[in-house]
Structure formats: structure tokens, C-alpha cells
């Protein structure tokens, strides 16, 4: 099995900064693209950002020059640099990977964390 297990959540004040990370860890042989969601208070869940592999990252318009998505391969995990925070940054946010746990998986499998509170407000 394998788990995802984020931390790094809270309350912050607008302008303010935090950091969530997400480590990957039971029966892993190689990880692809790992990522960040968030569901605000009443809507759907909404990507944030991604990463491949290699490092090519994707973000929502809305946190493009306020989030930085980095990972490091050798501890499974994933970070998100969250700068500049809005109220309309409040939401559970969801760490995402996809997994292959043995050379036999042909695809990866789909991973989610359990979610993490963030909540911007003085």
C-alpha cells in the first residue's frame, strides 16, 4: 500500500507565507507526476500545481507568481511554497501522485492525501 501524508497547514495572515509538504511512502518503485489540489469552503476541488519528474511545473492562473511546486525524488516528497496568501487561499488542500509500486504495473496508479487546512485571515 501506499500512503500520502501532508503537513505544513494552518492559520495565516493575509500577506503571509507557508510551506505544506507531502511525503509518499510503503511500496513505491517509481513516482511520475505529483501535485497539488485545493476544495474551498462550498466548491469543487481545483488543481494548484504539478510536477513531473524531471521538474516541469503547471500552475492555476491564480497562484502563478505566488506558489512555487519543487519535489525531492530521493524523499518521495513534494512541497508547496505558498507566498503572498489571499483569504481566497482558504481551502483543504490535497497532495495527488501518481505511483507505480513494481517494474509489473504498466501505469501508474492515482494517490491522494487525506488533506491539509489552510485558512488566510486576520
Known amino acids: 500500500q501506499v500512503q500520502l501524508v501532508e503537513s505544513g497547514g494552518g492559520l495565516v495572515q493575509p500577506g503571509g507565507s507557508l510551506r505544506l509538504s507531502c511525503a509518499a511512502s510503503?511500496?513505491?518503485?517509481?513516482?511520475?507526476?505529483m501535485g497539488w489540489y485545493r476544495q474551498p469552503p462550498g466548491k469543487q476541488r481545483e488543481l494548484v500545481a504539478t510536477?513531473?519528474?524531471?521538474?516541469?511545473?503547471n500552475y492555476a492562473d491564480s497562484v502563478k507568481g505566488r506558489f512555487t511546486i519543487s519535489r525531492d525524488n530521493a524523499k518521495n516528497t513534494v512541497y508547496l511554497q505558498m507566498n503572498s496568501l489571499k483569504p481566497d487561499d482558504t481551502a483543504v488542500y490535497y497532495c495527488?501522485?501518481?505511483?507505480?509500486?513494481?517494474?509489473?504495473?504498466?501505469?501508474?496508479?492515482?494517490?491522494w492525501g487525506q488533506g491539509t487546512q489552510v485558512t488566510v485571515s486576520s
Open positions: 510536477i513531473t519528474t524531471g521538474g516541469s511545473t
Open positions: 510503503g511500496k513505491i518503485f517509481s513516482i511520475n507526476a
Open positions: 495527488n501522485a501518481f505511483i507505480r509500486g513494481s517494474y509489473r504495473d504498466y501505469s501508474p496508479h492515482e494517490y
